[in-house]
């Protein structure tokens, strides 16, 4: 079964009467006379403003409205008017939210198009908002399960206007529909059982997709990862009858900014057993999404190619299983990294930053000049930042700083945490150069530190997002599972190339 559907997305300058959509989708804020509409109400038959005088309907955040629309001239025949909240307090996720929520509606009754009427905010650029409501549509079309055998058919979006004031910006219509998609691809990707999307799985999709976008791939099995020594993504392939792979992906634009090569590194575990230090029964099957940081890599680099980023852009996925296999490694061996560090395994559970280890090692081996990965890494980030953030972690601060902007951007909230050297204590090992874990305290930052060695002298930022990555409960704006976290950020990273020397 298909998981997601890209409607066919318009955005015109039409009436609002004039706008030919099964359910027309009206944002509202708490403060709001709707001047810029003034006969909607009355097309409501006045059960607008009556809701908002009984205060059934106060513009709260997503709070909703559903009422039916007519009279002279109308061609939509109802309306959903989606609380935006206080004007001032406006932001891109808002309207991105805001879109979300009337597209999962519109699917809900089975309404195969919708049409949203943007409003005018002064404090958002028009191209910045129209994209955020289409990119909010687009991730509306996506659907979690995907292997019911009774037949269940799935209502899509069809079709998505925006009605927008003045000239259209169809840049903005096409990054909006390009994030959106990606995303959704992602979450497909890590939605995937382990069963299915296993590593060379994962690299077969991966391959398919960047020869659909115009990316260059190359795919390395386990002989060619024995060849380049990369002993601890090894050590924890070794447990698994699915041998590993690394996936290679290029983005080389013609018009690209000189001397900068982003580094992309996304871990690729697509399944977490916890291996010899096997984690509890209770939601190991949550580990199949232990590879949407890989999914955000390759999904981001996807949005690159489609959107032209001007910036050359070299991603590194490592993937395999972590399983408890006969060969599997054990609790106080020793690996030897590609790059010649040596580690002392003592929990294999803690094997994201293993993997990264090797393949930052080799993006570094590939000529990047700046380094992002990005990981599903420590339960002890879930603790400190919660479901809703990610956490930051690098050097220099500006580079932190570019990629927080860039998740801002993108509606993926994420938050700066520390990584002073005086950390660096946790992971010190009586027989290796270092230890794999640093204990509870500050777990999230041990996990950062030990990556960290193999970041070179590069320009630095670890994104932890094992809290972000899947969403436990319904929201009225998102649905339970993968949530495709990172892509956006990442490609709006890259697509913001031009700025970056002005932090540094
Ligand atoms: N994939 C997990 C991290 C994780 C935990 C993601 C919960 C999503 C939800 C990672 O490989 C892991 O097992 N980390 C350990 C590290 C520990 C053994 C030092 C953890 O966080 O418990
Ligand atoms: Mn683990
Ligand atoms: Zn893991």
């Known amino acids: 079964m298909q998981v997601h559907k890209t409607p066919a997305v318009t955005a015109t300058a039409r009436k609002t009467t004039d706008l030919d959509a099964d359910l027309l989708i009206i944002p509202v804020f708490e403060d709001d006379n709707l001047s810029d509409e003034p006969d909607l109400d009355r097309a409501s038959g006045g059960e607008y403003g009556?809701?908002?005088?009984?205060?059934?309907?106060?513009?709260?955040?997503?709070?909703?409205?559903?009422?039916?629309?007519?009279?002279?001239?109308?061609?939509?025949?109802?309306?959903?008017?989606?609380?935006a909240g206080a004007r001032k307090d406006l932001t891109t996720e808002r309207l991105r939210r805001v879109a979300t929520i009337g597209g999962l509606f519109a699917r809900q009754r089975r309404f195969g198009s919708i049409a949203?009427?943007?409003?005018?905010?002064?404090?958002?650029?028009?191209?910045?908002?129209?994209?955020?409501?289409?990119?909010?549509?687009?991730?509306?079309?996506?659907?979690?399960?995907?292997?019911?055998?009774?037949?269940?058919?799935v209502a899509w979006l069809e079709r998505v206007e925006l009605r927008v004031a003045g000239d259209v910006d169809e840049a903005a219509v096409e990054r909006g529909r390009v994030l959106g998609e990606c995303t959704n691809v992602a979450r497909g990707l890590s939605n995937e059982p382990g069963n299915v999307l296993t590593p060379r799985e994962?690299?077969?999709?991966?391959?398919?997709?960047?020869?659909d976008v115009g990316l260059g791939v190359e795919v390395l099995d386990e002989k060619q990862i024995a060849a380049l020594k990369?002993?601890?993504?090894?050590?924890?392939?070794?447990?698994?009858?699915?041998?590993?792979?690394?996936?290679?992906?290029?983005?080389?634009?013609?018009k690209a900014v000189k001397g900068v090569v982003l580094?992309?590194?996304?871990?690729?575990?697509?399944?977490?057993?916890?291996?010899?230090?096997?984690?509890?029964?209770?939601?190991?099957?949550?580990?199949?999404?232990?590879?949407?940081?890989?999914?955000?890599?390759?999904?981001?680099?996807?949005?690159?190619?489609?959107?032209?980023?001007?910036?050359?852009?070299?991603?590194?996925?490592?993937?395999?299983?972590?399983?408890?296999?006969?060969?599997?490694?054990?609790?106080?061996?020793?690996?030897?990294?590609?790059?010649?560090?040596?580690?002392?395994?003592?929990?294999?559970?803690?094997?994201?930053?293993?993997i990264l280890g090797d393949a930052l090692w080799y993006a570094r081996t590939l000529g990047v000049t700046h380094l992002v990965d990005i990981a599903t890494l420590t339960g002890a980030c879930v603790v400190a930042l919660g479901k809703t953030t990610s956490g930051l972690f690098g050097r220099p601060e500006s580079w932190v700083e570019q990629v927080r902007r860039a998740s801002d951007r993108a509606g993926d909230r994420s938050w700066p945490m520390p990584v002073f050297d005086d950390y660096k204590d946790l992971l010190k090992s009586e027989i290796a150069d270092f230890t794999n874990t640093g204990g509870r305290a500050g777990g999230a930052i041990s996990a950062a530190l030990f990556i960290k060695e193999f970041a070179g002298d590069l320009p630095w930022v670890h994104m932890d997002i094992a809290g972000t990555a899947w969403a436990e409960e319904?929201?009225?704006?998102?649905?339970?599972?993968?949530?495709?976290?990172?892509?956006r950020t990442l490609a709006e990273l890259a697509l913001d190339v031009e700025s970056w020397s002005k932090l540094a």
Request: with cysteine; glycine share 14%.
């Open 50 to 83: 009556g809701a908002r005088q009984r205060r059934e309907f106060t513009g709260k955040p997503f709070e909703q409205l559903f009422t039916p629309l007519g009279g002279d001239g109308w061609k939509p025949r109802r309306a959903l008017w989606v609380g």
């Open 202 to 211: 994962f690299a077969e999709r991966a391959s398919k997709l960047a020869r």
């Open 263 to 354: 580094g992309l590194v996304g871990k690729g575990i697509t399944f977490d057993t916890g291996g010899i230090s096997i984690k509890p029964a209770e939601n190991m099957d949550k580990m199949k999404d232990d590879m949407s940081g890989g999914a955000a890599v390759l999904c981001a680099m996807a949005a690159m190619s489609r959107l032209h980023a001007p910036v050359q852009c070299i991603g590194v996925i490592p993937a395999t299983e972590n399983m408890p296999g006969g060969r599997a490694m054990k609790p106080g061996d020793i690996l030897t990294s590609a790059e010649g560090k040596t580690v002392e395994v003592l929990n294999t559970d803690a094997e994201g930053r293993l």
């Open 230 to 254: 990369m002993g601890l993504l090894l050590g924890v392939a070794r447990g698994s009858e699915q041998p590993p792979r690394v996936i290679v992906l290029r983005h080389e634009p013609k």
């Open 474 to 487: 319904v929201k009225p704006y998102q649905p339970k599972g993968a949530t495709g976290v990172g892509v």
């Open 116 to 153: 949203i009427a943007s409003r005018p905010v002064e404090a958002i650029a028009p191209g910045r908002a129209l994209q955020a409501l289409v990119e909010g549509a687009v991730l509306a079309n996506y659907e979690g399960m995907s292997y019911k055998t009774a037949d269940q058919p």
